[in-house]
């Protein structure tokens, strides 16, 4: 899909087909965070999403969180911990 190619130059954030490990990758480095969590503790389930350029690491976090529905999260710093719940 060519919009979420150039999306990068948009300044939005996409995820196309991502497990929840590869997601909280791109995020550690889009928001200069730790995230902290146990190897092979997700699924392998894959997700899209888009967010816009603003959103906050607290937002991304609960709508991947309402979406795959078997995290949970929490954030102390420049530390976020996600967990299977």
């Known amino acids: 899909d060519m919009e979420d190619v150039t ?3 948009r ?3 996409v995820f196309s087909k991502m497990t929840v490990p590869d997601i909280l990758k791109v995020l550690a480095r889009r ?3 730790e995230f902290v969590y ?3 503790a997700f699924r392998n389930d894959r997700y899209t999403f888009r967010f816009r350029n ?6 991304v976090m ?8 078997n995290i949970a999260f929490s954030i102390n710093g420049a530390v976020c ?5």
Do not use: F, I, M, T
């Open 7 to 9: 999306a990068w130059q």
């Open 62 to 69: 609960e709508v991947v969180r309402d979406v795959a529905g």
């Open 11 to 13: 300044g939005e954030l």
């Open 81 to 85: 911990r996600v967990k299977n719940s």
């Open 31 to 33: 928001y200069d965070y």
């Open 54 to 59: 603003e959103a906050s690491l607290h937002e």
């Open 38 to 40: 146990a190897p092979g």
